[in-house]
């Protein structure tokens, strides 16, 4: 069974530009979720879908955004990047999301 | 606002000695229970997880963890730790039925074993 995917897995933006990262969840898992792994920060939720619909999202500016298409693969949207974006972002899909996430290997995002 | 708390940000053991690493939640309602490991260049993976039932679980590569309800904590433990068990291992909680519907970490303790 092919795991989380993610793409691109390295990326260098300048200060002020937009970026899209984006994740294919393992087949039959409807629900994808984004964190970002800042340095000494852990992961921070950043947002969850399910069936298409954003269910909830985290404590992060209206900058950070997304969607899910009708295949349940999903991008983030990040815009006028700041230095402090600089993080591994991370994507994990499920079944159910009480059950534990399967992880991507992530998307290195460093802003310059 | 629920929490997970891991107490210790680095732990240097060396070699067969044994491991004890501590995360404790804020909540009091029902939870699920996971431990992630982070190997240096490598993606999360599930170590193991608790949902109801024997509150020691056993996970892969020899871990296990206790559940203590009382105490809102459920630490992961090895015996005799190996150089290659050398990772960031993450605490994690899901609030059952919450509305934020999404795991919620700690903020990880990075393990390294001396050879």
């Known amino acids: 069974e092919a795991g989380v995917t993610q793409s691109p897995t390295h990326l260098i933006k300048t200060r002020g530009q937009q970026v899209t990262l984006r994740c294919s969840p393992i087949s039959g898992h409807t629900s994808v979720y984004w964190y970002q792994q800042a340095l000494g920060l852990g992961l921070q939720f950043l947002l969850w879908?399910?069936?298409?619909?954003?269910?909830n999202r985290g404590n992060f500016p209206p900058r950070f955004s997304g969607r899910q298409f009708p295949n349940y693969s999903s991008e983030l949207n990040v815009n006028a990047l700041e230095l402090e974006d600089s993080a591994l972002y991370l994507c994990a899909s499920s079944e159910d999301r009480d059950y534990g996430y399967t992880f991507g290997s992530g998307t290195r995002l460093t802003v310059v | 606002a629920q929490s997970v708390s891991q107490h210790n940000h680095h732990v240097i053991l060396s070699e067969a000695a044994s491991l004890e690493l501590g995360c404790n939640y804020s909540y009091g309602g029902t939870v699920n229970l996971f431990w992630y490991v982070q190997y240096p260049g490598q993606h999360l993976q599930l170590l193991l997880k608790?949902?109801?039932?024997?509150?020691l679980v056993k996970g892969i590569k020899g871990f296990e963890a206790e559940f203590i309800k009382s105490k809102f904590s459920f630490n992961l433990r090895k015996p005799s730790v190996q150089w290659s068990d050398t990772a960031e291992y993450f605490c994690a909680v899901s609030f059952y039925g919450g509305s934020q519907g999404n795991l919620i970490f700690g903020k990880g303790t990075k393990l390294s074993v001396k050879p």
């Open positions: 879908y399910d069936e298409g619909e954003e269910r």
């Open positions: 608790y949902f109801s039932g024997d509150p």
